[in-house]
C-alpha cells in the first residue's frame, strides 16, 4: 500500500552461482528482511533442499519502499518451482507463512486487493484460506485458496485440482435495487431519535441532512440534544452501493480493524483536543490516514466545534469543498478521499446560556467575540444547513421515529437515483446544479431578493439550491418550488 492506494510489486528469485546465501533487495523493510527466516522455516518443512548457490529475492519496482509480511508465499514458491516450467502470468499472491508452512491472514490483503480490483488490475489470486471470507466479496475476480505452502505449490504443479472460486457481490443484508444496482441498509435503530423530546426543527434539519448528505451545524444551550442528534443521523442515513461497503471495509483494514462488511456508514468523531495530524493525515516519513480519511462516505462529527485548535478548523476548508485532503512530505504525497457528511455542535457561548430563558449569560462581549471568532466565515459558509435547537420544556414529547424518518430518507434517496444523479444532492458538482436544481421565475426572484438581504456568497447560493432540491425529493415533488426554497433559506446561519 502506497497510502490509500496499492502499487503492484514483482517479485523476482534467481539463483546464482556463488557462496550459499540468501538476500532480498529492492527497498524491503524489516517485516520483508525478516521473511527470510520464515521462508526458510517453512521450505525446511515441506523437505526442499536448498540449492548451493546464492539465492536473490528482488522486488520491483526497485524504488518504491515495501514493507508487510504478505510477501512471504510469493518468495517461497518462487524458490520452490525455479526450475519448473510454469507460467506466473496474471497471477497475484499474497500470504504470511507460519515456521511450519501454514498460511495466515494479514490485515493489508484485503485492501490491497481492492485496490488493485478497482484499478482493474488484478483477476486471479491466490491467498489463505483464512482471507477467503473476506476476499471473496469483492466482485468478479477467481480465488485460489490454500492452508499451506504445500497446498499453494500444488495450485502451480497440479492446476487440474485446483479449487477455484468466483467471487460473488451476495450480501446478506435487506436492499433496493434500481438499474439491477442494489444498495444495502439495515433497519436496526440503537438510538432513536423517539428519544429526543420536541426538537421538532432540529429533527426536520436531521431529516434533510440524511437525506442529501448535507453538512449540518447544531446550536444550543447544554442539554438540548445536539449530540443526541447527531450520534442518532448515521442510523438513517441513505443506502449504501456494494462499492461504498468495499470502501468502508478497506478503511477498517488499513486501520486495522477486522471489516464487518456492514451497509451501516461509519460515524467518526475525533476529540477537539486531537492534533491536526491524526484528522487529517499525516507524519515525519510515511504519511498515515487521518479521521477525515477514514469518515469517507460516512460523518465526521465535531462536538463543541469552536474548542477545536483553530488551525486544525481552518484546514477542514478543503475537504469539506474539494472532498480530498492532500498529504505533502519531502518524499511522499499522498492523497485521500474526504467525502463524508459533517456534523458540528456548539454552545451558543462559552458558558451555554446566551439563548436560555431562565438562566443568565455570564459571558463577557469579549468573550463571546473571541469565542464565536474562532469559526471564520469562511469554514461556517460550507455548512448546509444550521439549526438553532429549543431549550428543554416540560410539556416537550416524542415526535418522529428514527423508522419513520429512514423511511423518508429512501424515498428521497430513490428520488435522486430516478434523475441520474452519481451524486446525492449535498455532494453535487456546480455543473449538475444548474441540471437538477432548476427554479422557476417566482422562486429565481425569492433567491435574488435573498442574496441581496443577507449578502450570500455563490457558495451560499449553491448550497440553498441544493438543500432546496433535497426537500423537493422528500416531498417527492419533482420541482422545486417556493415552499421548498423558503425552508432551505431559513436554515442558512445569518
Partial sequence: MDGFDAKVVDVEVAFVRALPSFAIVGLAQTSIQESKERVKSALSAIDFKFPPQKITVNLSPSDLKKEGSHFDLSIALLIVLQKSKINFDGFFVFGELGLDGTLKDTNSIFAIILSLVNDGLLKKVIIPKA?????????????????????????????????????NEALD????????????????????????????RAKRASLIAASGNHNILYEGSPGCGKSMSAKRLKYILSPSSLEEILQKAKLDALEGIEPDFSPQKSFRSPHNSASRASIFGGGSKNASIGESALAHNGILFFDEFPHFQKSTLESLREPLEDYKVLISRVHTKIEYKTKFLFIAAMNPCPCGNLFS?????????????????????????RIDIYVQMDEIKIEDKATISSKEMFDKVKIAFLNQLKRGQSELNGKLSDKDIQKYCLLDDECESILNSATQRFDLSQRAINKALKVARTIADIETNSKINKKHLLEALSFRMR
Wanted: aromatic share 12%; proline share 2%.
Fill in 131 to 167: 482471507s477467503v471470507e473476506k476476499v471473496s466479496k469483492i466482485p468478479n475476480i477467481e480465488i485460489y485458496s490454500a492452508d499451506n505452502l504445500q497446498d499453494a505449490i500444488d495450485i502451480f504443479e497440479a492446476p487440474q485440482n485446483a479449487t477455484k472460486i468466483i467471487s
Fill in 173 to 200: 443484508f435487506r436492499f433496493l435495487e434500481f438499474n439491477n444496482k442494489k444498495y444495502y441498509f439495515i433497519e436496526k435503530f440503537e438510538l432513536d431519535f423517539l428519544e429526543i423530546k420536541g426538537q421538532i
Fill in 357 to 381: 430563558n431562565h438562566k443568565e449569560c455570564r459571558c463577557t462581549d469579549l468573550e463571546l467575540s473571541r469565542y464565536k471568532n474562532r469559526l471564520s466565515s469562511a469554514l461556517l459558509d
